[in-house]
């Protein structure tokens, strides 16, 4: 390749380079086409003379001479490296963008090169941005871990034990799945085939390319809960390094370091990390990161960092909708320091147009999709929106009240969700979010916060945990669920936390500079204290316990669902069903027993006519009408299931 440009003139490479590049992507395009359509019996399969166009044109961009305007056009900045990359990046996702339309209206179910085409534009794109030849030096890394080796070894440990306390009998605490890690389980793996083969669809706001990696897991260890709830815990932990980087870019490393530690330990925290009933916890993970890149890209100056917080963003829309609210929040950002900090702002424009140019050129496929299908992308909100509903019309007529003050109250009601009222949906804790110690840390941090906000970094840890508190105060029903849906807020409530913490012990004349080792000693109290309560709550006043999903009929549903994929026979499987208990109201039973049904028998057992090798089960409610049965046709095997210390369930198998 090295002669060929030297042949033709090395000074006309950037132009060669672009020509080079229009072939390959005609080629591409040309594949993307092909693989869109039936494979039929030709002699010419489709679109190869397109094919031929692309060779054509790669094999003319190494004999194109060096003529004077083309070296000039060569030397223009049009054509120089950021240009470059930065079309080839907006390219493949448009590339992306088109072959996910062509692959959803000829139903492929393979988007694997699809989603490759998407990732190599977003690399392409933050390549454009790189500082310079050693963007990637690994002499320079290696220095620079040297350098942060004490910080790295201290987030690693505390990686290490939150790992410890999300995956310890990941799939046996919660002992049972709720309906939604059901639904969850069986969506995930309908991502082989149909609308959800497509990366960028959507299902109940959940990511399609989250649900087919949640496939991946099952593949790999079984339609298991430990693999159904391997991502959550996975993201759970990625949170650690992710607030950490961003408290530290806030507030410095001690902040960064206590604010890594109470999200590390924090109950509330842990337990939506070992469930997938919903994914605000790869928000937890993903926001911090997005908002690091972004800020330190800007305080920094370097577009970079800037580029890949906007390429993160718009990845974290094939996941969860809590990127609709960071979005959105950074919008209000960008505009508040464009109007309130301009002359500090205007010379980080550049990095500003970095993050947004890569958050647009990568949200191209997802953005057509949603284009394609808005009702998915606004799915919640037309089931569970305040406005879409219809409550706060029926709100306002029932209570006389204002559409203002009701608002207001929603929002207080979410704040609260966070450290006064119990987190009892889908969890089942009579505590709130935050401990009473983390309580006092955060308010006084909330306060140290508000009154910085003239700060850009201080603004944004505003926006971050406000948006996210008026977000589900203003669109979301019903507020009994407001405590998960706070999760939004968690990070940059801890990190409040560690602000209002560290600001405590210097108001008492305990600071880190004027006293070292009594700073350290009033920290570690506070945070064994912290771990302590934490565990507690979660492992032994949770855990021990039969708290989640707490009505009766949907744990019976998980017991019902292990106990048929349990139960090795050919021979039919009877439930004893009634009003309450019934095979198929709770999708964790056909997720558990890898869709192997049961049939409902709500009449008097007595009326029942099995063969040898049959099961029936009871719930709770015909436990003893199959116990009596049982005496009557002895010589069966009649085994019970505890919940706890109560039964659950009760099996015999036909002699």
């Given amino acids: ?25 005609i080629i591409l395009v040309s594949q993307f086409l092909v693989f869109s359509k039936p494979v039929e019996e030709t002699l010419t399969p489709p679109y190869t003379g397109l094919a031929l166009i692309g060779i054509g044109i790669v094999a003319l961009g190494q004999l194109m001479p060096a003529r004077p305007f083309l070296r000039r056009l060569s030397d223009s900045t049009a054509l120089g490296d950021r240009a470059f990359w930065i079309l080839a990046g907006a390219s493949f996702s448009a590339l992306a963008m088109m072959a996910m ?11 694997i090169p699809v989603v490759t085409v998407w990732l190599l534009g977003m690399g392409c794109y933050i390549y454009a941005f790189k500082p310079g030849q050693d963007f990637f030096d690994l002499s320079g890394f290696l220095d620079a871990v040297r350098k942060r080796r004490v910080e790295i070894v201290l987030v690693a440990l505390l990686m290490v034990g939150a790992a410890a306390a999300r995956f310890h009998r990941l799939g046996e605490i919660p002992r049972v799945l709720d309906g939604d890690e059901g639904a969850v389980g069986l969506m995930a793996q309908a991502t082989v085939e149909g609308r959800l083969s497509n990366s960028f669809a959507m299902w109940d706001n959940f ?15 079984g339609a298991t809960p430990f693999a ?17 980087l961003l408290a530290r870019e806030i507030g410095g490393r001690r902040i960064g370091m206590l604010a890594a530690f109470l999200i590390a330990f924090s109950h509330s925290h842990i337990h939506f990390s070992r469930i997938a009933s919903v994914a605000y916890i790869q928000g937890t993970w993903l926001a911090p990161l997005e908002l690091y890149f972004l800020l330190s890209g800007i305080r920094k100056r370097q577009s970079w960092r800037a580029a890949l917080g ?7 829309f094939s996941v969860y909708l809590t990127s609709q609210v960071i979005a959105g929040m950074l919008l209000v950002f960008t505009l508040l320091l464009l109007f309130l900090y301009r002359s500090w702002f205007k010379t980080r424009l550049a990095q ?34 305040m406005f ?48 009473m110690i983390s309580t006092v840390m955060f308010l006084a941090g909330l306060g140290l916060a508000f009154w910085r906000a003239r700060n850009p970094s201080y603004l944004l ?12 105060g203003m669109f979301a029903l019903p507020p009994s669920a407001d405590s998960y849906r706070m999760l939004m807020a968690l990070p940059a409530a801890m990190i409040m936390a560690a602000i209002g913490l560290d600001e405590i012990l210097q108001m008492f004349g305990v600071s880190w500079n004027a006293n070292r080792f009594a700073y350290g000693a009033g920290v570690s109290i506070v945070l064994l204290s912290l771990l302590a309560f934490n565990l507690q709550t979660y492992y032994l006043d949770f855990a021990g316990r039969c708290r989640f999903t707490a009505d009766v009929a949907g744990r019976f549903a998980s017991y019902l669902g292990t106990q048929i994929q349990e139960t090795h026979t050919d021979q039919k499987i009877y439930l004893l069903s009634d009003a309450i208990f019934i095979y198929g109201t709770h999708p964790s039973t056909p997720f558990l027993s890898h869709s192997r049904p049961a049939v409902n028998f709500p009449d008097p057992l007595e009326n029942l006519t099995v063969i040898s090798g049959e099961v029936i089960i009871a719930p709770p409610s015909r436990m003893e009408e199959l116990e009596l049965w049982a005496r009557d046709h002895p010589g069966g095997d009649l085994r019970y299931t505890y919940d706890c210390k109560d039964p659950i369930l009760l099996m015999y198998t036909v002699p």
């Fill in 1 to 25: 390749m090295a002669d060929l440009y030297e042949r033709g003139g090395g000074d006309i490479r950037n132009a060669r380079r672009l020509v080079a590049f229009v072939g390959v992507y």
């Fill in 101 to 111: 339309y062509f692959f959803t209206t000829y139903a492929r179910v393979n988007y």
């Fill in 207 to 221: 990511g399609a390319l989250y649900l087919q990696l949640i496939n991946v897991s099952m593949n790999l260890f």
């Fill in 228 to 244: 159904l709830r391997l991502l959550p815990a996975v993201g759970g932990t990625l949170a650690i390094p992710c607030v950490y």
């Fill in 310 to 316: 906007g390429v993160i963003l718009a990845a974290h």
């Fill in 352 to 385: 500003a147009a970095a993050f947004w140019g890569g958050f647009f050129i990568a949200l191209f496929p997802a953005g057509l999709y949603f284009i394609m299908q808005p009702g998915e992308f606004t799915n919640r909100l037309d089931k569970e929106g």
């Fill in 388 to 435: 879409q509903s219809g409550w706060l019309q029926a709100t306002m007529e029932s209570t006389g009240q204002g559409a203002a003050e009701i608002l207001f109250g929603r929002v207080v009601h979410s704040f609260l969700s966070l450290i006064y009222y119990p987190a009892f949906d889908f969890y089942g804790s009579p505590a709130p979010v935050l401990s």
């Fill in 461 to 472: 840890l505003n926006g971050y945990f406000w948006a996210a508190t008026i977000a589900v």
